[in-house]
């Protein structure tokens, strides 16, 4: 929805993180497959090669300098974390790692949960009535 809006440079770093917090609590469920997926399609750009061993979140976060670009992670993400109905504490913890980077208050990380989670619910719904 609003990734087109990132840079080439974010749009690669914001695929590594995805995949990072898709695998963060050991499954990469099929629900985050699809939803890393659509993130490519709307970005127009291939999906990464995740290898976890050379993830660097310091790095990757790096590259979100603009205020507009660091929120518009933390909403995209948050899609991500609910797309499989369960935002576990290994998910926690990476998005308290980027907001606490970004100085983004918990104010604003609980409308961009909720807007997420409202979201994945309704593309979820789109979904099915495709199917």
């Known amino acids: 929805m609003l990734l087109m809006q990132l840079e080439n440079r974010e749009k690669f770093a914001f695929l590594h993180i995805a995949h990072y917090l898709a695998n963060a609590d050991g499954k990469f469920e099929k629900k985050e497959k699809s939803m890393i997926e659509d993130y490519c399609i709307e970005m127009g750009i291939d999906d990464i090669i995740y290898k976890k061993d050379d993830f660097s979140l310091d790095e990757c976060l790096s590259k979100f300098i603009s205020i507009k670009s660091q929120r518009i992670l933390l909403l995209e993400l948050m899609i991500l974390v609910h797309a499989d ?10 998005i308290n790692v980027i907001c606490t980077k970004f100085d983004i208050n918990d104010i604003r990380v609980r409308y961009a949960s909720t807007w997420g989670k409202a979201i994945s619910s309704l593309r979820e719904q789109a979904l099915l009535m495709i199917e």
């Not at 109905?85 to 990476?94: A, G």
């Open 85 to 94: 109905d369960e935002f576990n504490n290994q998910e926690v913890d990476i």
